[in-house]
């Protein structure tokens, strides 16, 4: 769990990274990274209501490594169409082009917006 506060977005792409460097996830990790990074700022500027919180949640398998990031806020993830000057609403588009597949789910209070990247784990690495 991660506070609504901007160090939380390094706080929680630090955790992505340590978790699956030492479950051996390693080729994807600057991708895996960058989609958390982008995650982590949708929920803390958009969906998290001050005072709460939001999740960071890793699930891995032989092929895959899902990242889901779920906070208490209303609304879904909406990907935009920003100019070329603009200087924000890029996350969804960059989670798009990196992750093999993304998505949300709504639930009572809040969402869960998730992505997935095919990898590998590498046997016996240690970092």
Known sequence: MFTRRKPSIQASRQ??????S????????????????????NALLHGVP?????????EATEEEVRIEVRDSGPGRP??????????HGRGLLLV??????WGDIEHTVGKTVWFTVKSTPVTGHTE
């Open 15 to 20: 955790f992505v990274t340590r978790t699956l």
């Open 22 to 41: 030492e479950w051996g996830y390693v080729d994807r990790l600057d991708e895996i990274e960058l989609c958390v990074s982008e995650l982590a700022t």
């Open 50 to 58: 001050p005072g709460r919180l939001f999740r960071v949640r890793i």
């Open 96 to 101: 798009a082009e990196l992750a093999d597949s």
């Open 78 to 87: 909406v990907s935009q169409a920003p100019r070329p000057d603009s200087e």
